[in-house]
Every structure is written in structure tokens, then in C-alpha cells.
DNA sequence: TGCCCACCTTGGATCCGGTCCAAGGTGGGC
DNA sequence: GCCCACCTTGGACCGGATCCAAGGTGGGCA
């Protein structure tokens, strides 16, 4: 965990607290929060902290490889620190949650180049989409 | 193409010149607008159709499987007409034009029950994402 | 240890796609 | 041809995200 501060330290980011407690909040249960709940689990440990900086710095660990974006509908978009080990997402329709399911093959070979249309492919995703238990059951 | 229109016909739709003017700008190439482009398409056939109309025909157009909504990115959704075949999409990350692609094989069968953690999934969205050719060479 | 400035944070304004609403219009069954 | 259930309208509104100018501060350097 202070692994990630670690690296952020050793890729020259500037420490502040506010960037201490955003990353914290990632890395500490593997969830995919929306940039309002992390805003809100910092804000529990660094009241003053502004919704800019949570934006600014979810920014910042995106590009910096270090989480992934996830937007899986037009609700908000959800902050995934699962960014280390390949992974797909496996979405409920009705309550929005999401799990991490790693499927097998690689689904970039089910493209033939026919279909490629000159395109340079840098990544597929793929989402599964269906109704979790807790909504079937509600 | 009045294919379309008499299958509305045939679902109890009331036809209204504005309902008319979107479904055949949808129908007419088959592209992946978005709902302001669609309204200024319709808008030049009908001057005076609102957004909110376009938005509600849209709407049920997607609801009654003749449409398919497309949200590749946080820009505005697209209205995707070929409802008709099963495809995925070829997303170029930087101009936003997509492309329809069949790929091999059901996506679906990668997934092994043990990652399917009690959903009952009911499709499947594949992206795949890179640069155009006209993005590349620009 | 202390200074200083490049970088960071702030909150309020703003943007943008989309939805809602109440008032007025009209397709099409009778 | 009438009438009303359904449709359209435009303007207000919403939520997520981004922008901005002003003020604060980490940390390199002396």
C-alpha cells in the first residue's frame, strides 16, 4: 500500500496530504467507487479536501497507469485500483455494481484483420451485463 | 425503409410528422449519430422539431429494439440502426468514429461459471479501441 | 534551518448531455 | 367532423465533470 505512494513519490509527485488520502482510499478496499464516494471517504479523513482535487488527482493516477477508469453507463464513472492485473467487468443492469471476472482467451483474436478496417487496436473491453443476486432476489 | 415505419405503424405508434422525419433520418444511412445530430438532421427536413422530441422518439424507438444505444466514452450517446444483426464496436479513442465489427466465436462462452458469480447475464458489450486511419496519418 | 517559487488546492462558476414539466396541439377512432 | 388520449414544445432543471483565478505549501537549495 505504501507501495503506490511509493511509486507516485519515485515518478515525482509532489506529496500533499490531499493526494495521500485519495490514493489511501483507493488502494484500501479493491471497490470501484464512483469520484463522489472517494470524495467522501477522503473528506472522513481530511474534511476541508475538494471535490477539484479528487477530480485532479483521479486524473492524475489514471494517466499515470496507476488506476483505471471505468464508465459502464451514464451514471458516474467508477475508479478501478485493479489497474495491475488484466481484467473485464461483469456489470448488474439494475444496481450498477460491478466485479472484476477474468475470462479466458484473448478477445482481441476473435477480431479477424478483415474486420480491422486499418484501425491500430490498443485495447478491447469487454462487460458483461445482467442482474447480480441480490437484485434477482429483491 | 417504410419497412420501419409500417412496423411502428404495426406496434400502435401514432404517426406524427416529427416521429416520421427521426426514424427515417435513422434509417436512412446507416451511421452512429448522436441525439444532436440526429436533431439537426431531422431539423432540416422539420425546422421547428425540439430536442425533447428527438430525445423521447429516440427513447422509444431503443425501447422497442429497433435502435440500439451505443456509449463508448463520456461524449454523448449514439443511436446505432443495425439492430437487427449482432456486432460489437471498433471505437476509434481519438475522433470517436465507430465502426460495426462481427467477431468470432460468443464472448459470452469465455466466461467460466466460477466467474459469473450468481448474475444472470443477459449480453454482452465487446470494445474494441484504437486509432482510425485517418487519426493515424493526421 | 529558512526562503521561495513552481506546483497544488480551493470553491464557485460553467459546461454539457440529458430529463422533466405544464401548457398547447393533433392523429385517428368513432 | 368531433373529441380526447396521446404527442410536442421550449424552457427550467439536474448531475457529473471541468475550468478558473486567487491563495496556500512542499521540498529543493543555500
New interface residues.
Partial sequence: MSDLLNRLRGRGWRMTAQRRVVAEVLDGDHMHLTADEVHARAAARLPEISRATVYNTLGELVSLGEVLEV?T??RA?RYDPNAHRPHQH?V??QCGAI?D?????D??A???DA???????????????????DC?SA
Avoid: M, Q, W
Avoid at 471476472?101 to 482467451?105: D, K, M, R, T, W
Fill in positions: 464508465s453507463d451514464r464513472k461483469l448488474c443492469a466485479r471476472v477474468h475470462p479466458s482467451g478477445p482481441l476473435a477480431l479477424p474486420e480491422r478496417f486499418g484501425f491500430t487496436i490498443s485495447n478491447v473491453e469487454v462487460t458483461y451485463r445482467g442482474i447480480c443476486p434477482t
